[in-house]
């Protein structure tokens, strides 16, 4: 008994110190692992059922006569914007579509690569040298309409946009005529965006070459290699595509995905009007009630002093002349650097007082309601990023205001593949509200913006802080 408890003691303290002798070898291999993205865990959508949908458009038939099929004409832009936010690439496909639409030449859409930081699911970061892993969503997940493969007006003959996998098929190497954007920008520089049109549309449509690919310059000395690029868009040269852009099938056929129609179709209860009867005949479609509001928050003061700085104007379709906000930037500073005074100005506008949230939702529910008739705004959607004690006495404050429904974009109940969209989500509920209130610097405002007056929107409905 004695030797057999002294070698279970023996035992023990051997298993002891090989343990202490194989973690004291690993510790130095042993790193603590890093991640980038959001805090969602477990495995991100596949949407495999899309990617299926997509691949089975009936346009990738190589049989089919032309201008589809094998003897069809295409255009790639393989310079559009990738690993940036998704507004920020909306903008850019819209107007790429557009431009392949005057070209006579189907638009090759492509699955949308994430900044990996906006990813709502944790990405883990591998060791040097690998490359962070950039998540992609297909295009049909987050749009629907002719940018995405859907058909054009009854009538029209335009060939419709396919997929990146199929461009490569129908469009083998040497059927491709390679268009660098270094040959064609410089001369662009200062046009107004429908010169930029017009010279890209006779550029590529007049191509001999059945299929065109715009790549970025190789020289790499421009920063912004789009056709349709951050110079152009974040400036009043833009302006003068609105009237060609608005009443284009690309902008007319824009659609809601049906996966993101879904989402909002699945949260529509929580839109309902709970607060007292109104005074006036109201509608019972609570989107006609509605006012949404986005309200950037938390680090995007920063971001605000820059656009100070640099002495920016609003962004994309905000500095319409018919929107009621216009924005000038106040005289006296320069490329670079700007006033105290002329700071302040930018803060009021980009990253406005709680107060002064409030007061423009005040001022704006009173011109809305003013220039109609039976008119009733008493449902909010809140587009924010503000932390929970910030919204929660946001609410107090509008609810004494008469707002009897308030919703946050962290209400509604969303499944993993409608989270992955949660961006178009809460872009459709904008769209649909009656009013909507922006931040001009914004390209998810501008894309909203974009929409509404499509729709039909009463300038005065679409506002700015």
Not at 68 to 96: H, M, P
Not at 155 to 176: F, H, I, K, M, Q
Not at 309 to 324: A, I, K, R
Not at 380 to 388: E, K
Request: aromatic residues 12%; charged residues 25%.
């Amino acid at each position: 008994m004695f030797y057999q408890r002294r070698f279970f003691i023996l035992v023990g303290v051997v298993v002891v110190l090989l343990l202490f002798t194989w973690h004291r070898a690993i510790r130095p291999l042993m790193k603590p692992i890093n991640y980038t993205g959001g805090d969602l865990l477990g495995e991100p959508p596949s949407y495999e059922g899309i990617k299926e949908w997509e691949a089975k458009l009936p346009q990738h038939d190589l049989d089919l006569p032309f201008p589809e099929g094998r003897t069809g004409r295409y255009a790639k832009f393989s310079n559009q914007i990738k690993a940036l936010g998704w507004n920020n690439v909306l903008n850019e496909l819209l107007l790429c579509t557009h431009l392949a639409y005057e070209s006579k030449r189907a638009y090759v859409f492509q699955d949308y690569h994430w900044k990996p930081e906006y990813y709502p699911w944790r990405i883990p970061i591998p060791p040097p040298p690998a490359p962070i892993p950039i998540p992609r969503t297909p295009i049909n997940a987050l749009i629907a309409g002719p940018t995405a493969g859907g058909p054009w007006d009854p009538n029209d003959t335009a060939p419709r946009s396919v997929s990146d996998d199929y461009w490569e098929l129908v469009c083998p190497p040497e059927d491709r005529d390679l268009i660098y954007t270094d040959n064609i920008k410089p001369e662009l520089q200062d046009a107004e965006g429908d010169v930029v049109l017009r010279r890209w549309t006779e550029i590529i449509r007049d191509s001999p070459k059945r299929c065109v690919e715009v790549l970025p310059g190789p020289s790499e000395a421009d920063p912004y290699p789009q056709t349709f690029d951050l110079w152009l868009i974040g400036y009043k040269r833009l302006l003068s595509l609105w009237p060609i852009f608005k009443s284009s099938p690309t902008s007319r056929l824009f659609d809601t995905s049906p996966l993101v129609k879904a989402a909002v179709d699945r949260n529509e209860y929580l839109f309902l009007p709970r607060g007292p009867r109104p005074s006036v005949p109201a509608s019972r479609n609570p989107y006609d009630r509605m006012m949404a509001l986005h309200i950037r928050r938390g680090d995007f003061k920063e971001a605000c002093f820059s656009l100070a700085t640099w002495n920016s104007t609003f962004y994309g379709w905000n500095q319409l002349p018919e929107l009621p906000d216009s924005f000038t930037p106040p005289p006296g500073g320069s490329w670079g650097s700007n006033t105290p005074e002329n700071v302040e100005f930018y803060l009021e506008h980009c990253f406005p007082t709680f107060e002064a949230i409030v007061q423009k939702i005040r001022d704006t529910k009173e011109a809305y309601i003013a220039n109609g008739t039976d008119r009733v705004l008493d449902v909010m959607y809140l587009l924010t990023n503000a932390d929970v004690r910030w919204v929660e006495e946001f609410k107090e404050v509008v609810r004494r205001d008469g707002w009897g429904t308030i919703v946050t974009s962290k209400d509604l109940i969303l499944d993993d593949e409608q989270i992955g969209v949660g961006m178009a989500v809460d872009m459709e509920i904008a769209r649909l509200a009656a009013v909507f209130i922006g931040n001009g610097w914004s390209s998810f405002t501008s894309n909203i913006i974009h929409r509404r007056l499509v729709d039909g929107k009463e300038p005065l409905a679409n506002r700015f802080w």
